[in-house]
């Protein structure tokens, strides 16, 4: 019998943006079996995909309850032991706390919730009943990004003096301008979406990955978020001004109408002794600044890269590694986990990133709406 995880699949379809990305990262070390899933709320074409993938039927279901309750009936040695959430957002909360109640580990899409509240009661269960639950801050597990981390935790770059941070797109361009577009857009919904575009899709990200990086918690936060029309109940840009401590502050920038703008994520950390500087689109070239030295460049699998690092590459230097990847090694992190083996905590982002990620993005938008005023986090 396989020995691989048995692995449940909701949201993710073949209309879905982000589904592939799951799939392909789950098989990518063999260590997990598309069991079961609800690609979709409508049954045929949850099944029609089942078929055009390849897998079983046996386990497709109708509806999440109605596969929590079939799964629940089975021996825990049949059952699925992990769930992947990749519907749109207003589903996670209800589908994580079900699962975490039901005793499964769970892999989240972000935002983790519709609200910090929310958060903070998937927190207190998962505390309480002690599943493991994972983030899919896809970014942290490229591994340029790794070594960032473990480099700045080795004091390579000193006291930390400035962040910043960008994410910036330019999709919702073509859609803002034209109102029936617009209205079939669920990130611009948000009974949907929750209360921001803009920061609760990408600002979210940006924030976790400098928070990742530098090991430090964001104090407080002043933002100026753009809806661009007064109809546009979302945010669908903004800048971020971070306070980290007294003398470490920095910017966080996200757009979604930088026009013409694809996904360029940019980090930049600058220390007393040097800095760091990743690009999300140019992912395996990590800058090293220093004083009076010509720039440095590192890439992947070299051995003078982290041990955290190095875990993230699985070909000789050279052979470039992208986006699958880096959410290759978050499955493959959490694969550790649930089977008990040593694995290091930035393996894969937690609930404790879902909690801060869901406090900044309300934090944000109250920044925002009360006349662009700080806000402790
Ligand atoms: N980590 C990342 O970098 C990243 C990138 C893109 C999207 N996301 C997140 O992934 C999630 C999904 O985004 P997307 O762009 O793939 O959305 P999408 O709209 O492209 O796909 C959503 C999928 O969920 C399915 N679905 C909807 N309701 C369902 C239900 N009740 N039961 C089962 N399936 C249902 C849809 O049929 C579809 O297959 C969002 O929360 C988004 O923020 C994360």
């Known amino acids: 019998m396989s020995n691989k995880i048995r692995w449940g699949v909701l949201g993710g379809g073949g209309d879905s943006l982000i589904g592939v990305l799951h799939r392909v990262a789950a098989s ?30 046996n386990r ?37 706390k079900k699962l975490l109640e039901s005793g499964f580990n769970v892999i989240c899409e972000k935002p983790m919730t519709m609200t910090y509240a929310e958060a903070l009661e998937l927190e207190a269960l998962q505390k309480k009943n002690n599943n493991i639950f994972a983030l899919t801050h896809t970014y942290t597990g490229y591994p340029m990004v790794r070594q960032m981390k473990k480099m700045i935790a080795e004091g390579t770059l000193g006291e930390i003096q400035k962040v910043d941070v960008q994410y910036y797109q330019g999709w919702i361009n073509p859609i803002i301008h034209d109102k029936e577009k617009r209205s079939t857009t669920w990130r611009l ?8 575009c803009c920061m609760g899709d990408i600002g979210v990200h940006a924030y976790q990955m400098l928070e990742f990086i530098t090991g430090m918690d964001v104090k407080s936060i002043l933002a100026d978020l753009n809806h661009l029309y007064d109809d546009n109940q979302m945010d669908i840009d903004g800048t971020v001004l971070l306070r980290l401590g007294k ?3 920095g910017v966080l920038r996200a757009s979604q109408i930088a026009t013409a703008e694809e996904n360029n994520f940019t980090v930049a950390v600058y220390g007393k002794k040097g800095s760091l500087k990743w ?4 992912p395996n070239y ?12 590192l890439k992947p699998g070299n051995a003078y ?7 993230g590459t699985k070909l000789p230097p050279g052979h470039p590694e992208g986006i699958f990847d880096a959410m290759g090694n978050i499955y493959k992190g959490v694969a ?4 008990n083996q040593v694995y290091d905590e930035a393996e894969f982002p937690s609930m404790r990133d879902g909690v801060r990620g869901m406090n900044f993005i309300e934090t944000s938008v109250a920044s925002h709406k009360e006349g662009n005023i700080w806000k402790e986090l």
Request: proline share 6%.
């Open 336 to 339: 550790k986990a649930i089977r």
């Open 286 to 297: 990590l800058y090293h600044l220093e004083d009076g030295e010509p720039i440095k460049t």
């Open 279 to 282: 690009e999300q689109e140019n």
């Open 60 to 96: 497709i279901y109708k509806d999440f309850d109605t596969m929590v309750a079939e799964e629940l009936k089975l021996p825990e040695s049949e059952r699925i032991q992990v769930f992947s959430i990749l519907t749109p957002n207003f589903l996670h909360f209800p589908m994580a």
């Open 247 to 249: 003398y470490t502050k």
């Open 305 to 311: 890269n982290s041990k955290l690092s190095l875990d």
């Open 28 to 57: 990518m070390f063999d260590a997990y079996q598309l069991t079961g899933a609800v690609f979709n709320p409508d049954f045929d074409t949850n099944v029609a995909f089942a078929k055009e993938i390849g897998i079983s039927t």
């Open 189 to 196: 919904d948000p009974s949907k979406s929750g209360i921001s």
